[in-house]
RNA sequence: GCCCGAAUGGCGGAACUGGUAGACGCGCACGACUCAAAAUCGUGUUCCUUCGGGAGUGAGAGUUCGAUUCUCUCUUCGGGCACCA
């Protein structure tokens, strides 16, 4: 027997598979189809580190494995080749880039196909070929004709030591990526792509698609959606209004200003009106001057400025409100105004404190359930204090605790008035200061002491004794307390003996935690709101927006937290956007795009409209994209009026290619169309599509909105382009470190393919850990499993004429679990039961050829070079990835004898070998006979004896 | 701050639906083979122990005959969002 020799037999086989095209899809078949997907991987000049494996492996296993269970299996791989690195190579190097990614990519083919996964490679795509961006042009172009493309002045990251515009990602910590140098926001006019559109449909799409929770979580998170009302605001002697979005129009009434962004319209609207027009203008340029992350970082204190001279109408009360400018209050978001319910928002909380805003509740937190024939009486309750101790009752007849507290006795009485009389009867104290409010609180609860049903609306406060002489207290019938002094928790324990929760308790527990009155954040009941007053915040939203829209000045609304896709680059390596713009049909509103006047689609025949070569690759002094620089290739002819116009110079982000490839692989060489519709038909969904966690809001969104707007225009047949969502963990460098080429500890896939074969990587990579985790390269671990992949060669010597019971067993069972196992990307215990099964044939004397292949097959999505030489050895001439996938028989899994251990309280003291179908009472009896168990019984009755069936007996003692 | 996820031997990790914790691999120790070493094969390997046992899955409580698994509180680490009105 010749050892395994991985170098030879790998090669040989991954020409085999090449030359026979052994994994080519077919577009039509009587098979079911299966399409799994994996993230196409940017060709880096740094080639392939051991971290792109680790996805197509995993799906490589998958996919194998379904070819052996009947399925035709679509597995493509392609380029997503435009981008930055490949630019600023060019840059550097002067070498054109499309040279560059060519290289790259021959590269990436070499090294992917000595991993022996089984990828179709007749379906190849690359983003940066001009046969596929045609289609990407196309997909944009016909967003343009329905009106999700459009251009807008937006601010871009201006790199001031560069010269250049930078992506999003480029900007790290606010600094240039390249250079360090300070990044600021420049406005320029970009093509948006109207993605907010669909927020609706990606959202509930997310509810039929089989995501891991984790990405359903953070799309929805990104896509942010709130309901409430939008609330218009007049503003005292203007005809001008402030529009708000709100997600409590219940909290209305509780409305005492409204705050303006720095960037809001209104402030330079109202210039004449604001007395104070210098300071709010000082104050709006240092605003515009922080970066994003200062005014995020510096949220500590909140800052603003009064416009001075204008003032808001409530709508619901028609209180004046001041208005103020700060840049808590985003111009992104909403409308870029908020009404201000300082009671009810802790932001606004803050900011009214700050300012000494009027602060007035109008929610309360609800205690205790609705009970029948209920009496509202409203009162007030004081968490007394005398030398850091709080002032408890307890009642002389029925030992209930509570607070000095009582309700009011006329309309007219105010709440101090009330705490006066109410302390003065009840503790015959006269001399206090009222130190703090606790907010109120909305209560049903049953009053033991007068044995009514009551509804209270009760409101706390702190009350400070300043004397501690007492009057003789006042005491009535019902009334009858004494007096005590305890600390807070103490008191706080008393009220709880109580049992119902009580006002008086969250106030106590309020004045322990709080110290003071921090607002109330939740949702409650309505109080001081007119017509609101009773309802619960549910009901109250409802009611405000019916009675704004009856009157006129809001209605109901649901924001986003998406926004529109910024989709231009100016940038040389991506694709050119397909748009013409004309001056003179502009100026003449002549035909064209309603929303972009003067811009015009080229024409379909004129796509691919192709990158032209150019000199240099910098982007200008002007932050213009480097076409811009090629007065030839700008100047072209209008589609409209066949007069002179301009190309579009900017670019699309390298975003866009990504969004629709797994749409190509079904059809690449397509000259007519992106794909055939009865191919699309044919393949689509991706039943399948694994990728990394960091493209699980960007990529993922993005590509589902091309899908879903070509299902709307009827291009496409299904609405979610993916049934299934899954997450890879990252390989990490041996310390926990990320890999990367500046800290020099990137581990090179060719280097452990040369030393320990690319089968024994593919194992390892799997065998590492949960696939969805991240995990530390270790090179011990190669050894392992290649010892593994040496023994199941070396079992060739095993092969007899029979194979024993146990390892019969134990064949069927590895079946059975490595099936399930690779359905749900168990891989790593996949191995370790392959594993497993090579020891158990190690140890016996021999092992049939048929199971010995059965156990080549069950190897073979893992490591297949290996599976397919034995396989071949032993006398099969087709390839193994065409055989059928081994089938587990239950019968043969079953034991016939079965260790059932024995518990004594708990403990293990014994176990017995007895036939798989004992009955229940006869394993209790010979259980109860051991003489272990007899010892531990120490000769008393068990109280108890149970049995699980097939794995113990537990006797309670 | 908010929302997720995790924590198990010297290490990576396993454990079905609550039922013998530590599968599998690495490492280590001993043994066989060898003049010797490597490779390979075999045996052992959670900790403590007076060898009867006892303790043990981040900490503390709870439910249960029985908890890595379920509930509550806390600690630490990782990830995501972050003034979203």
Not at 626 to 642: A, H, R, Y
Request: contains cysteine; glycine residues 6%; aromatic residues 12%.
């Amino acid at each position: 027997m010749d050892k395994y020799n991985p170098q030879d037999i790998e090669k040989k086989w991954q020409k085999y598979w090449e030359d026979n095209k052994s994994f080519s899809a077919q577009d039509s078949s009587d098979k079911p189809k299966f399409y799994p997907l994996v993230e196409f991987p940017y060709p880096s000049g740094a080639g392939l580190h051991v971290g792109h494996p680790r996805p197509y492996t995993g799906m490589d296993i998958v996919a194998r494995k379904k070819r052996m269970e009947g399925f035709n299996v679509l597995y493509p791989i392609g380029f997503d080749a435009f981008g930055l690195p490949t630019e600023n190579y060019a840059i550097k190097t002067g070498r054109p880039p499309a040279e560059v990614t060519a290289e790259n990519i021959a590269n990436f083919t070499r090294q992917i196909k000595s991993l022996g996964i089984s990828f179709d490679w007749s379906r190849v795509v690359d983003t940066t070929d001009p046969k596929y961006y045609k289609w990407t042009q196309w997909i944009f172009l016909q967003l343009f004709k329905h009106g999700l493309a459009y251009k807008k002045n937006m601010p871009i990251n201006w790199c001031t030591s560069c010269k250049i515009g930078l992506a999003n990602e480029e900007v790290v910590d606010g600094k240039c990526e390249r250079c360090g140098g300070e990044v600021e926001k420049r406005d320029k006019y970009q093509w948006m792509l109207a993605i907010t559109k669909y927020a609706d449909k990606l959202l509930s799409g997310l509810e039929d698609v089989d995501y891991i929770e984790r990405a359903k979580v953070q799309q929805q998170n990104w896509i942010g959606k709130s309901e409430g009302a939008s609330v218009e605001f007049k503003i005292k002697n203007s005809e001008l209004k402030i529009t708000v979005f709100t997600t409590r129009p219940d909290t209305l009434f509780g409305a005492t200003y409204m705050v303006l962004s720095p960037e809001h319209v209104l402030v330079e609207k109202l210039k004449d009106k604001i007395n104070n027009f210098a300071d709010v203008e000082d104050y709006i340029n240092k605003a515009k001057l922080k970066s994003d992350l200062e005014r995020t970082e510096l949220q500590k204190e909140k800052t603003g400025v009064e416009l001075q001279g204008i003032k808001a109408i409530n709508p619901v009360n028609n209180e004046e409100i001041p208005v103020f400018v700060a840049d808590y209050v985003l111009s992104t978001y909403g409308t870029g105004a908020i009404m201000a319910v300082p009671a009810h928002d802790e932001r606004d909380f803050e900011f009214a404190k700050k300012y000494k805003l009027k602060i007035k509740e109008v929610v309360a937190r609800k205690i205790g359930e609705m009970l029948p024939n209920s009496r509202r009486r409203d009162g007030v309750a004081s968490v007394l204090e005398r030398e850091g101790k709080v002032c408890i009752l307890l009642h002389r007849d029925n030992g209930e605790y509570r607070l000095p507290a009582g309700g009011f006795d006329s309309p007219e009485e105010d709440d101090y008035a009330t705490l006066k009389r109410e302390i003065k009867e009840e503790t015959g104290y006269t001399q206090f200061t009222i130190a703090d409010f606790l907010g109120s609180i909305y209560a049903y609860y049953y009053a033991t002491t007068k044995s009514v049903n009551r509804e209270r609306i009760q409101r706390g406060y702190v009350v400070h004794l300043d004397s501690y002489e007492q009057v003789p207290q006042q005491l009535t019938k019902f009334e009858n307390y004494d007096v005590q002094w305890h600390e807070p928790e103490d008191a706080l324990a008393l009220l709880k003996q109580n049992e119902v929760e009580s006002g008086e308790y969250v106030f106590v527990e309020r004045y322990i935690e709080n110290k003071k009155y921090q607002g109330y954040y939740n949702v409650g009941v309505n109080v001081n709101s007119e017509f609101l007053n009773g309802l619960e915040t549910k009901e109250a939203k409802e009611k405000m927006i019916t009675w704004l829209e009856e009157k006129n000045i809001g209605k109901k609304q649901i924001n986003f937290k998406l926004r529109d896709w910024v989709f231009s680059r100016q940038r040389y390596w991506g694709e050119p956007i397909p748009l013409v713009y004309c001056e003179k049909c502009a100026s003449e509103n002549k035909g064209g795009n309603e929303q972009n006047p003067g811009w015009f689609a080229i024409a379909e025949s004129e796509l691919p409209l192709e990158l032209p070569q150019v000199e240099k690759y910098e982007p200008t002094d002007t932050g213009e994209s480097p076409l811009s620089q090629i007065p030839e290739w700008v100047k072209t002819t209008c589609p409209n009026c066949g007069g002179e116009a301009k190309r579009e110079t900017d670019t699309m982000p390298n975003w866009a290619g990504s969004s629709w490839y797994f749409l190509r692989y079904i059809d690449p060489n397509n000259d007519n169309e992106f794909a055939s519709q009865e191919k699309l038909k044919y393949w689509m969904s991706v039943d399948w599509y694994n990728g990394g966690m960091e493209h699980t809001v960007l990529h993922l969104l993005y590509s589902r909105f091309w899908n879903e707007f070509l299902y709307d225009i009827g291009v496409v047949p299904t609405s979610e382009p993916y049934k299934k969502r899954t997450s890879h963990g990252m390989i990490l460098a041996k310390g926990g470190e990320k890999m990367s080429k500046s800290k020099g500890n990137v581990v090179n896939p060719d280097d452990v393919t040369a030393e320990f074969g690319a089968d024994t990587l593919r194992t390892y990579i799997m065998f590492m850990g949960p696939f969805d985790q991240a995990a530390e390269w270790d090179t011990n671990g190669l050894v392992g499993v290649r010892r593994f992949l040496d023994r199941v060669w070396n079992l060739q010597e095993k092969i007899g004429e029979s194979t024993d019971g146990d390892t019969t067993r134990v064949l069927h069972a590895v079946i059975k679990k490595v099936t399930d196992d690779i359905d749900n990307m168990r891989f790593n215990t996949a191995v370790a039961k392959l594993m497993e099964l090579s020891n158990e044939v190690s140890k016996a004397s021999s092992i049939t050829k048929e199971d010995y292949l059965s156990v080549v097959k069950l190897i073979s999505p893992f490591a297949p070079h290996m599976a397919e030489e034995l396989w071949e050895m032993y006398g099969n001439s087709q390839s193994i990835s065409q055989e059928k996938w081994p089938e587990y028989d239950e019968t043969k899994i079953k034991e016939d004898t079965i260790t059932i251990v024995v518990q004594v309280n708990g403990k293990v003291r014994d176990s017995i070998d007895v036939p798989a179908e004992i009955p229940e009472e006869e394993i209790k009896k010979q259980a109860l006979e051991l003489e272990n168990v007899k010892k531990w019984l120490d000769g008393k009755e068990p109280k108890k004896v149970i049995y699980v069936k097939g794995r113990l007996v537990s006797v309670v003692v």
